[in-house]
């Protein structure tokens, strides 16, 4: 797999993270790091199809007015995002005329291990999910507790984005530069656990675990995976200094306390170990004016950044800079950081965006329900308010004139050599 990028510090450049493989890459990759004091922003979010370095941007087919988001230096699309729509009462939505019906068309260019108690497998506290409106959720256990419904139904969504992911990293499951000869990993709310069986399959010399607050992973599994139940916000059950990675993905809106996380993660690891998180913003944003005024898709970040101050569990990850703010708390230094965009639907321009959006298009609508719960519970909104804004959710993604996009982020950083261990 291949991420031959380039990298930018100050006005000297060179070639990325190379290992080999045909996969699509950035065509310009603006890389710069944090350390010793020195910060900076890498900006990930133009690709090509082939060897020549051609931007391959999010720019609708043939309109020649989208905005390629070229990723240079000191580029503030994400660091200072523009500010959300106001949220409309909840009963607007149950008053609203409903959508008429629309198809999308894909073809259209538009295992457990452990023995402590905090840690048993299959207990079956663990086993009594959470119903509400006839989907299954977490159990309350610990403080974490993440929003999204853990039935097949959502699963589903999981894996389908995990795929997503990928592609937008040229294939990659990971930015960190680890070494081929890592002894030992581990994925934060590994969920279906899908990027950590890729990840085994990828280092077979290491020990990889999977944690996560309910057992939804597989069975049949890599030989060096295991997973286990854990609650990544109690006290972590690694010893200092026994991991050369950890791999966080998209927690956002489940953890109340980053800092402490990221402590935990410091504490964890060995010197020269990485860790690398991948959040996303709620805000739906469009480059070329074509989002619905007071639409669904407009709304639908402010409803989440509402949800997350209510329970004390934030949305607002890429808008508040909370992953490179929590690294560099915890003592983290090198920091690296790679915005992207990611497209609702096969609307963009570029082959990697365009395939990664009708996918994504595909996981958006998959659990529209089960995501909308979260609002339900938080805000208080009827079934008859979900279900309005649901219907015009779904219009509105699937609407082939609508060039939306999701602004994403990863973040990695190292662990000092010779820094001892901090955090609880």
Not at 57 to 81: D, I, M, Q, R
């Amino acid at each position: 797999m291949s991420d031959q990028g380039y990298f930018q510090t100050g006005s000297t450049q060179a070639s990325a993270d190379s290992e080999g493989g045909e996969t699509p890459r950035p065509s310009t990759v603006a890389l710069s790091s944090s350390t010793a004091g020195r910060s900076s922003t890498t900006s990930d979010t133009t690709w090509d199809a082939g060897p020549a370095l051609v931007p391959d941007s999010l720019e609708p087919p043939g309109t020649g007015t989208g905005t390629t988001f070229a990723g240079v230096e000191g580029n503030t699309a994400f660091a200072s995002p523009p500010a959300p729509a106001a949220l409309f009462p909840s009963e607007h939505w149950a008053d609203l005329p409903l959508p008429a019906p629309r198809d999308t068309d894909d073809d259209n260019d538009s295992g457990f291990g452990g023995d402590a108690s905090e840690r048993m497998s299959l207990a079956e506290s663990i086993l009594q999910y959470r119903t509400i409106n006839g989907r299954t959720y977490h159990s309350e256990r610990g403080d974490a507790q993440y929003w999204v419904s853990n039935d097949e139904q959502s699963n589903e969504a999981l894996d389908i984005n995990h795929h997503v992911l990928t592609l937008l990293k040229s294939g990659k499951l990971y930015r960190s530069p680890l070494s081929p000869d890592i002894k030992k990993a581990v994925d934060i709310g590994t969920g279906t656990g899908i990027w950590a069986i890729d990840f085994a399959d990828e280092f077979p010399g290491a020990e990889v675990i999977g944690t996560d607050l309910s057992p939804i992973q597989p069975h049949w599994v890599p030989p060096n995976l295991q997973f286990q139940i854990d609650d990544c916000t109690r006290p972590w059950s690694f010893e200092p200094n026994s991991l050369d990675f950890v791999h966080v993905r998209l927690l956002v809106g489940s953890i109340a306390d980053w800092p402490a996380l990221f402590a935990q993660a410091f504490r964890a690891l060995r010197p020269g170990g990485w860790v690398e998180s991948h959040e996303a913003s709620p805000v739906i944003r469009s480059d070329d004016g074509t989002l619905t005024p007071g639409g669904a898709m407009q709304q639908w970040g402010p409803l989440f950044l509402e949800g997350g101050q209510r329970t004390g569990r934030t949305f607002a990850m890429l808008e508040d800079n909370l992953q490179r703010k929590g690294m560099e708390a915890a003592g983290f230094v090198d920091l690296h950081e790679a915005n992207y965009k990611l497209p609702v639907g096969p609307w963009a321009r570029g082959a990697v965006h365009r395939e990664a959006g009708r996918f994504f298009q595909a996981a958006v609508l998959q659990d529209v329900e089960g995501t909308l719960t979260f609002i339900a519970s938080v805000l208080g909104w009827s079934e008859r308010e979900i279900a309005g804004f649901g219907a015009h959710y779904r219009s509105e993604v699937s609407d082939p004139s609508v060039h939306a996009y999701f602004s994403q982020r990863t973040v990695w950083a190292v662990k000092p050599r010779g820094g001892g261990f901090q955090g609880g």
